[in-house]
């Protein structure tokens, strides 16, 4: 369960981002391939140059994704439902690499907004992304 401040600091960064989803989401997926290159495996179809097209739509899918789970923090199960089936059924991404895309995007949010995201926001969405992932991979076997 989430505190009345930690849900403070998740919604309000997550209202700033949204209006630029895509820009934002292809940002922490750069981060993400550069940093962690195997992770790259799971984009073979798509065009993984900075900014690409395909970068920018999946980008904004995943922020958008974020920013409906920011709303139901403590309904994370059922607002991620159908993400979670896909993650599961369809798209069976490795565990492992949940830490590195929310790592990524925690520091896609620390590049952006180095005033608000301080310690204490970082903890907060730290624990908001590991609930997220975990309700994406909750219903893998
Ligand atoms: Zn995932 C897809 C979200 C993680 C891989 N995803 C997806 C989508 C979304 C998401 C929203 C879309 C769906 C539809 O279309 O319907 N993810 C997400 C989130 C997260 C994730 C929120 C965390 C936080 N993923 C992930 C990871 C990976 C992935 C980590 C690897 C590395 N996904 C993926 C893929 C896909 C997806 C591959 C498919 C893409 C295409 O389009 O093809």
Not at 57 to 84: E, F, R, T
Not at 112 to 124: C, T, Y
């Amino acid at each position: 369960t989430f505190s009345e401040a930690e849900k403070a600091a998740i919604s309000s960064l997550a209202a700033k981002i949204s209006p630029h989803a895509d820009d934002f989401g292809a940002e922490a997926l750069d981060r993400m391939f550069l940093s962690y290159p195997q992770t790259k495996t799971y984009f073979s179809h798509f065009d993984l140059s900075a900014g690409s097209k395909d970068l920018r739509s999946h980008g904004g899918k995943i922020v958008k994704a974020i920013g409906n789970a920011a709303q139901h923090v403590d309904d994370l199960d059922h607002a991620l439902s159908s993400l979670s089936d896909l993650h599961a059924q369809k798209l069976r991404v490795d565990p492992g690499n949940f830490r590195l895309l929310s790592h990524s995007i925690q520091v896609a949010l620390a590049a952006h907004f180095p005033g608000e995201f301080n310690a204490v926001a970082q903890a907060a969405w730290d624990k908001f992304l590991s609930a997220v992932s975990s309700v994406l991979v909750s219903k893998y076997r």
